[in-house]
Nanobody, 115 residues
Framework: VQVVESGGGLVQAGGSLKLTCTAS????????VGWYRQAPGKERELVAF???????YYPDSVKGRFTISVERFADIGYLQMNDLKPEDTAVYYC??????????WGQGTQVTVSR
């Protein structure tokens, strides 16, 4: 199984980016997709999650600015990030969880927001 994120980059504060995550080789249905981020010197944190029923979760730090979506049958996940702030700077990781409780991570994509 391979999970690959793309779409990161450098953007000015107030700008937008859309991250894409593609999983290949999955043999079980996806139960949930999550996006996490890790800034230097900080722990990895969850920024968005969607389950197979379509229910979503966002922490207060990104609520109203980030939107997670999936193309379920294509095993592709997206994270639309609007009104980006310098504190959003981090490496962003995608996570697929299958209904067989398998857990797959991508290698991460860097997002840098300048003032």
């Amino acid at each position: 199984v391979q999970v690959v994120e793309s779409g990161g980059g450098l953007v000015q504060a107030g700008g937008s980016l859309k991250l894409t995550c593609t999983a290949s080789g999955l043999t079980f249905d996806v139960n949930g997709v999550g996006w996490y981020r890790q800034a230097p010197g900080k722990e990895r944190e969850l920024v968005a999650f969607v389950n197979s029923g379509g229910s979503t979760y966002y922490p207060d730090s990104v609520k109203g600015r980030f939107t997670i979506s999936v193309e379920r049958f294509a095993d592709i996940g997206y994270l639309q990030m609007n009104d980006l702030k310098p504190e959003d700077t981090a490496v962003y990781y995608c996570n697929f969880v299958t209904n067989a409780h398998q857990d797959y991570w991508g290698q991460g994509t860097q997002v840098t927001v300048s003032r």
